[in-house]
């Protein structure tokens, strides 16, 4: 078998800070996709637990008519920044589109600054806990120093200076701002039957179960979602655990996983001719 850990010693070789965008290429397009996918799909719900995020995307109305398309837009506009770099020629398309998107709206600068927070320990949250193995604390310090910048070149104000300063920041937030809305409920709903028609249609009350059984009990009240059984709950963890181990085994993956995801459902064979501008609502 290839060198499983060849990639690691590669990471730790760079520096955090300088080398952050190239770190999290190296993590999400090979060591990690299949989880950074996973982990930032149940940030979005994350997200749904403050009424004030919960209802603009509810007056948009883009989550009720096309759920699958705004899903598929921030996947992989957001992929484009981590491909190409956010001061590539693509990262700054991307970006453009991005600010254009947020610029029709006025949003809170906590509320921009705790979505954006959500990229960096989510994921960092899952690995953690199913990932194959433990991340390094370089992949960790480089996935703050990307998306803060991120965050710089999108004129999010006050964004912390440290990774600790921005944990605590995303914390204190969650535990001032998470309460139940109906529009929590609403969006939280299409983005779980969204994910639930990627599945066929007798699997899924139980991909309902599951998806909830992953959320914490604060984000289950604040989206309004019924507790599931805890042994679903016991079952579904143990079933990512095993598939960690599983995938510890495996070669490590040759070919880069990001804007050439084969699932995104709404521009097959994307990037072909595609840019990041023919992404997101006209």
Known sequence: MADRFANVR?????????DAQEILRISTAYE???????????ALFRTYCVPSVSALLAATGEFERRPQKRYDDTALLMAELVDHGYDSAR????LRVINRLHGRYDIAAAD???VLSTFIYDPIEWISAYGWRDLTD????????????VGARMGIRGIPDSYEAFLAFKRDYEAEHFTYADSNRQIGQYTLDLFCSWY???TRPAVSLAVRSLLEPPMLAAVGFTPPPRWIGALTRLGLRIRARVVRHLPPREVPRLTNDPGNRTYPGYPGSLSPSDLGAP
């Open 32 to 42: 990690f996709p299949w989880d950074y996918l996973r982990a930032l799909e149940f």
């Open 112 to 114: 921009m600054r705790y």
């Open 138 to 149: 370089h992949e960790r310090q480089a996935a703050f120093h990307f998306y803060r910048a």
């Open 200 to 202: 066929p249609a007798w």
């Open 10 to 18: 590669r990471i730790t070789a760079l520096d955090p800070e300088r």
């Open 91 to 94: 990262g700054k398309e991307a």
